[in-house]
């Protein structure tokens, strides 16, 4: 079992940064692979990035290469969501989700997800 705790969401301006974290409880942290979603108003909820159980390996939508960065600590149970450069599009509610097993960009295939955080980009 394992709960997820997101927190770092805000209201920025446009080209503002923000980091997004999800603390972790449990000790197998470190067997999932984590993934970030989001979902604004209105739309379904779309992959942002996902990360392997060990950080080497990572996975982005488009609109976010190069602007967000994905990262985990687990030593602190703890994964990263680096977002630069943002834009009124980003706006939505951010969820972390943890997965037994590889990365996915599919929702369906996390077991366990947080609450969300919500970021909210003013142009």
């Known amino acids: 079992q394992v709960q997820l705790v997101e927190s770092g969401g805000g209201l920025v301006q446009a080209g503002d940064s923000l980091r997004l974290s999800c603390a972790a409880s449990g000790r197998t942290f470190s067997s999932y692979a984590m993934g970030w979603f989001r979902q604004a108003p209105g739309k379904e909820r779309d992959f942002v990035a996902s990360?392997?159980?060990?950080?080497?390996?990572?996975t982005y939508i488009d609109s976010v290469k190069g602007r967000f960065t994905i990262s985990r600590d687990n030593a602190k149970n703890t994964v990263y969501l680096q977002m630069n450069s943002l834009t009124p599009e980003d706006t939505a509610v951010y969820y972390c989700?943890?997965?037994?097993?590889?990365?996915?960009?599919?929702?369906?295939?996390?077991?366990?997800w947080g609450q969300g955080t919500q970021v909210t980009v003013s142009s």
């Open positions: 990360i392997s159980w060990n950080g080497d390996l990572t």
């Open positions: 989700a943890a997965r037994s097993g590889g990365r996915s960009r599919g929702s369906y295939e996390y077991n366990y």
